[in-house]
């Protein structure tokens, strides 16, 4: 309890969260964003994230157009719409950035992330997580007498489903890229007008 | 088109190109290659403060008063170090700033170099934006753009870190660029069809009020004069943030005072009680909101922004017009006219006679006295005193800010030069340095609190340096007043370390820096000490003498809403309660 009895949930906690009732309308969403690859880009969109409170699911980055020095970010978040809607306000304002699209709401979109695991173990362990890897159409890139590393790609929730399969037959490390995104069909994002 | 010039040289030359003609700064090892190209020239006006925090802050006054970028040069580590309250100071108050600072050789870059900090990564949250320049072809067109992006959507601070080897290096420099150039370019123009949904509800409105902010100051003067237009066109009230002061004349028949936290009554009244609120150039900020929930219950609200990140982020509004204030006041007015030109003139009378009722309740008054002086009475003499004049007024951070935005009367954009966002004591000394700066015969008052004056006050030497007649008004409490306030209201008066017990003799202090120094303790007699200030042709040190106990008034609480306001001594009992005292 603290000294002045603030009612917990209340917006009392913190003296600059103002909201009167803390929200549990929670969403995820994929947003993609793309940003100049200059030095500390990615620290200033993590800082953004960090500042303001906002969630951090997953985040990749890689530049995606060498000539124009343009890289994707794609991340995941989770908050209320109004914070979804600051989260992209907040971004879309960045100098560094070009273009903010918030993919759960724009279009029908595919979301993939990849994994390296690494399996060690002999005789039957061994051989099941083999047979275990085509079910999920995982790939080994590298194999020794006692070990394999299998690369998976798919849905987040592939990954995990054959990272739980993999624990009891003698998973040693993990590896995930977090999520890309991309629209579905022919059409190019364009650039968004406020 | 291009030329081959060495970092340095490019440095003055973008300067120059941009048309700069102050630099505020102070030198040092990382920034001496540049240090002596301003020695080669005479276009640049090379102003030596006396810590990196003022080079900030008079940059700041210089931007606010002319609309110009400040522009401020200090080198690598402390000197970078030390600017960083003025960054932060900008980037909350939307000032648009050029911070070139020196940095250890790229070489040595991650070393742990003499005088060597990560510039860029102490200032990346409290700049609009930075660049490290690591290539000397580069470092011509990131100035060129540094300045774009500070003047250009809502207006902030940028820096430059420029390592040593980059200055002494050959590169080419090109020229300025058309804005369209870059690819940072913020929509101006509002949307017609939401400016048809705001002119609608004009239309409609039988309680409107403007709600106006920094926004408009920065969009420019044209974007005053079409506020002006309209409030002038419609009749409707307006108020204005602590930023905004100054857009809508104060003696102008509309005017309803400052709102907020220590706002008018009919400001805050009129906040919470309208029908439509057209918000122009503000954020609602919580000084400005007071209780969220219980904030303008019953109002439909336009807002009017640059900034797609202000909308919406702390109170949901019906019409949002993303774009600068001047194109869509412009847009808006041409609409409203095509359409007749027409309000519920009736209801909006009506309104006024409300408002009139809440402004009979006089809510500044105070108990004056012929034996102290009260501080709101000092600030009414120096209003009195100096109306008319071709005036400029900075401030410190405290009661006597708020006595000033309360007492002191602004009829146009670009003259009042306050802390607002950041809140930053210490703000108004170098402030009206730059102010001076950029205007020299003009009247440059800064309103001070003795607290806040000694935090910069080493700035009076450069006053003294450059001959600038500042004039500092020291409202002298003896105490951090505004937090002995808050102690006595929320802290069941218990005054933990908000006075000075050693403080200096002001007059004396002014002579050691070979100013003047006034000190008045007499109501009788300050009429006479004020116009002895203003006749001194010289930088002065003010030491007014004022009631130590005063507390400012209206004032709505922490935590509670528009309509709780207190309005004076016997109000406060019990006035705010637990949960207000955790706010700030
Ligand atoms: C740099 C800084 N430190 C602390 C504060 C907190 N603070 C706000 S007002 C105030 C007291 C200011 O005292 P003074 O300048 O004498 O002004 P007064 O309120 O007495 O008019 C303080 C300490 C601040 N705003 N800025
Ligand atoms: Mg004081």
Redesign the interface.
């Known amino acids: 309890m603290n000294a002045?009895?603030?009612k917990p949930g209340?917006?009392?906690?913190s003296?600059?969260d103002?909201?009167?009732n803390l929200d549990e309308r929670q969403e995820r969403h994929t947003i993609a964003v793309l940003v100049?690859n200059e030095?500390?880009v990615l620290?200033?969109v993590i800082?953004l994230f960090s500042?303001r409170g906002y969630n951090i699911d997953s985040l990749t980055v890689a530049e995606v157009d060498h000539r124009s020095h343009l890289s994707r970010i794609t991340v995941v978040t989770t908050g209320t719409p109004?914070v979804i809607?600051?989260i992209k306000?907040?971004l879309?304002?960045?100098?560094?950035v070009?273009d903010v699209h918030d993919l759960t709401v724009e279009a029908p979109h595919v979301e993939r992330e990849l994994a390296l695991v690494k399996v060690a173990g002999k005789g039957q362990d061994r051989v099941e997580a083999m047979r275990l890897s085509e079910v999920f159409r995982a790939r080994v890139v590298d194999t020794t007498l006692e070990s394999f590393v299998f690369e998976v790609s798919g849905t987040s929730e592939k990954i995990d489903a054959f990272i739980e399969l993999m624990r009891p037959l003698g998973l040693v490390n993990i590896a995930r890229t977090g999520i890309v995104a991309i629209t579905r069909g022919p059409g190019k994002l364009e650039k968004r007008?406020? | 088109m291009a030329e081959t010039l060495t970092g340095a040289e490019i440095v003055i030359r973008a300067l120059r190109d941009q048309g700069v003609d102050t630099v505020f700064g102070y030198p040092g090892g990382a920034v001496l290659p540049i240090y002596d190209e301003i020695f080669k020239q005479n276009d640049i006006r090379h102003i030596l403060v006396r810590h990196e925090q003022g080079a900030a802050h008079a940059a700041e006054g210089y931007a606010r008063s002319t609309g110009r970028p400040g522009v401020v040069l200090v080198t690598s580590g402390p000197g970078a170090t030390n600017a960083v309250t003025g960054l932060t100071d900008a980037l909350m108050d939307s000032i648009p700033i050029v911070v070139l600072t020196g940095q250890v050789p790229t070489f040595m870059i991650g070393n742990d170099a003499f005088q060597e900090a990560d510039t860029?990564?102490i200032t990346?949250?409290c700049t609009?934006?930075n660049w490290?320049v690591k290539d000397t072809d580069q470092l011509g067109d990131i100035i060129h753009k540094a300045f774009h992006?500070a003047t250009s959507?809502?207006p902030g601070p940028v820096l430059i870190d420029i390592p040593k080897d980059v200055q002494f290096a050959t590169g080419t420099y090109h020229g300025p660029r058309p804005s369209d150039f870059w690819?940072?370019n913020?929509?101006r123009k509002g949307d017609p069809e939401r400016i048809a949904q705001a002119v609608a509800l004009i239309e409609a409105a039988e309680r409107p009020v403007f709600y106006t902010g920094g926004g408009v100051i920065n969009s420019g003067p044209e974007a005053s004069r079409l506020l002006r237009e309209l409030v002038e066109a419609t009749g409707f009230p307006i108020t204005s943030t602590l930023m905004g002061l100054g857009a809508y004349p104060a003696s102008g028949r509309h005017w309803l005072g400052m709102l907020g936290m220590h706002g008018t009554y009919e400001a805050n009244m009129a906040m919470h009680g309208c029908d439509v609120m057209i918000c122009v150039g503000a954020r609602f900020d919580?000084r400005i909101?007071g209780?969220?929930?219980a904030f303008s219950p019953g109002s439909r609200k336009i807002h009017i922004d640059i900034?797609?990140?202000s909308?919406?982020?702390?109170v949901?509004v019906d019409v949002p017009i993303?774009g600068d204030v001047a194109e869509v006041l412009r847009e808006m007015i041409a609409l409203w006219r095509e359409r007749g030109g027409r309000t519920r003139a009736d209801a909006v009378a009506a309104w006024w006679q409300q408002i009139e009722a809440w402004k009979a309740v006089d809510c500044l008054r105070y108990k004056p006295s012929d034996r102290i002086i009260k501080p709101q009475y000092a600030i009414q003499r120096l209003e009195a005193l100096t109306r008319g004049m071709d005036r400029y007024v900075c401030t410190e951070v405290g009661q006597h800010q708020m006595w000033a935005a309360q007492f002191m009367g602004f009829e146009e954009p670009n003259r009042w030069m306050t802390s607002g966002g950041l809140g930053t004591m210490g703000y108004g000394v170098p402030a009206s340095i730059g102010v001076q700066i950029a205007h020299p015969d003009a009247l440059v008052i800064n309103v001070a609190g003795e607290a806040s004056f000694l935090m910069t006050m080493q700035e009076m030497g450069t006053a003294v340096q450059y001959r600038l007649p500042v004039k500092q008004f020291i409202l002298n409490n003896e105490r951090l007043g505004m937090v002995r306030q808050w102690q006595e209201l929320l802290h069941g008066e218990r005054y933990a370390h908000s006075w000075s017990e050693a403080l200096p003799d002001f007059v004396k202090l002014a002579e050691a820096f070979g100013c003047k120094g006034i000190r008045c303790d007499n109501p009788a007699d300050l009429d006479d000490a004020i116009a002895e200030m203003l006749a001194h042709p010289g930088p002065v040190i003010f030491d007014c003498v004022v009631e130590k106990h005063e507390n400012c008034f209206p004032m709505i609480p922490s935590?509670k809403a528009h309509n709780e306001m207190l309005l004076g001594e016997a109000s406060t009992q019990g006035a705010i309660d637990?949960?207000g005292?955790?706010?700030?």
């Open positions: 002045l009895h603030i209340s917006s009392a906690h003296a600059y103002l909201r009167s100049d030095a500390g620290a200033r800082g500042a109004e809607d600051q306000a907040q879309s304002r960045m100098v560094c070009h007008q406020d | 860029v990564g990346r949250p609009k934006h490290l992006v959507g809502r690819s940072y913020p929509r919580d909101t209780r969220l929930d900034d797609p990140s909308i919406n982020k702390v949901r993303l935590g637990a949960g005292a955790v706010l700030v």
